[in-house]
């Protein structure tokens, strides 16, 4: 394998930096500003242009996934036909198998391609705030901080989650260099994501630091009680100057959280608890699943909801039974309203892969995936930034998929593992291994 590689190197043709810049600005652009609707159609074609330019393989485990895939979709059938749900989902979940399964080969400018993908990334984030910022001060309400991101499909959330993303990656890096102006540049995404006012991602980046440097030491528990409390303190006291109805309103939903009552508990937990009334009811629907866009993603609304995604020619009018009986009526015309925000919105990947592509299909694509990238990140010597950075985006992106349905937001979903899929090839391309296994 490792003559393979070596072979391989020799052959391509490197990307140079300049070619590198525009492909990394191009892709900020697309996953950053409003132009995040191309994604719809252009995201397969986007993934296949990163192996192409960032010449990454693809691992022999894909074929395995694709595989059970296929046979999920398949034995769906015994619940009825339901072609429009079903493709629109594949077409999302296919396309992150694959970019999932990316196996990047070492490559020596590969330092180059993470750092240049992130000053684009920084830049077009960078602009955004910078309107953003105008935007809130001319109207002061927590919908006003958009920037270029615009409000297509995740709105300011989406713009709150990467400037999540940029404030933990300057942080890391700071650590890394003690360079004071990394820590600046830090310190302002952090504000720009508080500026978005989404609780359940502020809480999510909450939650991931302690994950991401948690480490069995007096000292590093000490640092990230210090961290998060310090990140909690800015976001309680910047909202409450800032926008004290915004702050009221997150305090609201935490303690319906907290304490659910039968009449007020919010729609988030009712589709958790419709999920196992539902397919805890058949042992094969929950073991097999109902089929592709069948519950609660956010495909089955694009589909089977009349009022979501107003494009008909995906449209169809039969609802399968289960985002019919246990989805559907959580979120429709009837029973949402403008401040219907995230207590009351039953999305979660997490269950919408449970319940339509099944148990044991979820159970396979995460060990398959776990396999991988262990495989691929067994570092040799000294971890550096770059492993604490990958760690993040991953436990991030876990988080995120399980609060909503970000699994098919490619701006999202995509971008976290495209960067993730960066650090691994820098992560092999500084650290080469002698013992190169097989994918």
């Given at each position: 394998m490792a003559a393979s590689i070596d072979n391989q190197l020799k052959q391509h043709v490197p990307l140079t930096v300049s070619t590198s810049t525009l492909f990394s600005f191009v892709l900020a652009i697309l996953f950053c500003t409003q132009l995040r609707f191309g994604l719809l159609l252009l995201f397969p074609i986007i993934v296949l242009f990163c192996f192409v330019?960032?010449?990454?393989?693809?691992?022999?485990?894909?074929?395995?996934?694709?595989?059970?895939l296929a046979a999920v979709w398949l034995l769906s059938f015994r619940l009825g036909i339901f072609l429009k749900y079903n493709l629109v989902s594949l077409y999302y979940i296919v396309t992150l198998i694959i970019l999932l399964f990316a196996a990047p080969v070492p490559?020596?400018?590969?330092?180059?391609?993470l750092r240049v993908l992130m000053n684009c990334i920084t830049g077009?984030?960078?602009?955004?705030?910078v309107f953003g910022v105008i935007q809130y001060i001319n109207f002061p309400n927590d919908d006003s901080f958009e920037g270029l991101y615009g409000r297509f499909t995740v709105t300011q959330n989406g713009l709150s989650i990467v400037n999540g993303m940029l404030f933990v990656y300057y942080f890391i890096r700071y650590q890394s260099t003690g360079n004071m102006r990394l820590l600046w540049l830090s310190g302002l995404f952090l504000i720009c994501s508080i500026l978005g006012f989404y609780g359940a991602g502020l809480m999510v980046l909450l939650l991931a630091l302690p994950l991401t440097f948690f480490r069995f030491s007096v000292s590093k528990i000490f640092q990230a009680v210090l961290i998060i409390a310090f990140i909690g303190g800015i976001a309680y006291y910047a909202m409450r100057s800032i926008s004290p109805n915004t702050l009221n309103y997150n305090l609201a939903i935490i303690e319906r959280f907290i304490d659910p009552k039968p009449e007020?508990?919010?729609r988030k937990l009712l589709a958790i608890k419709n999920y196992f009334n539902g397919y805890g009811s058949s042992a094969t629907d929950l073991l097999l699943g109902s089929g592709p866009g069948t519950f609660n993603s956010r495909s089955a609304f694009m589909v089977g909801s009349p009022s979501y995604f107003d494009v008909g020619f995906i449209k169809q009018e039969a609802q399968p039974p289960y985002f019919q009986n246990y989805a559907y009526p959580l979120w429709n015309a009837t029973n949402t309203g403008p401040y219907d925000g995230f207590m009351n919105q039953p999305f979660s990947s997490l269950f919408a892969m449970l319940g339509e592509y099944g148990l044991l299909f979820t159970i396979l694509l995460v060990s398959l995936a776990y396999s991988h990238r262990k495989t691929l990140l067994r570092p040799a010597g000294k971890q550096q930034w770059h492993h604490t950075f990958l760690r993040f985006v991953t436990v991030y992106l876990i988080l995120l998929i399980s609060i909503d349905n970000y699994l098919?937001?490619?701006e999202i979903t995509g971008l976290l593992l495209i960067i993730a899929t960066l650090c691994i090839q820098q992560i092999k391309s500084t650290q080469p291994r002698a013992d190169s296994v097989s994918n």
């Open positions: 330019a960032y010449r990454w393989n693809l691992s022999f485990k894909v074929v395995i996934a694709l595989i059970a490559v020596v400018e590969s330092k180059e391609r077009v984030v960078m602009v955004n705030n007020t508990m919010p098919e937001y490619p």
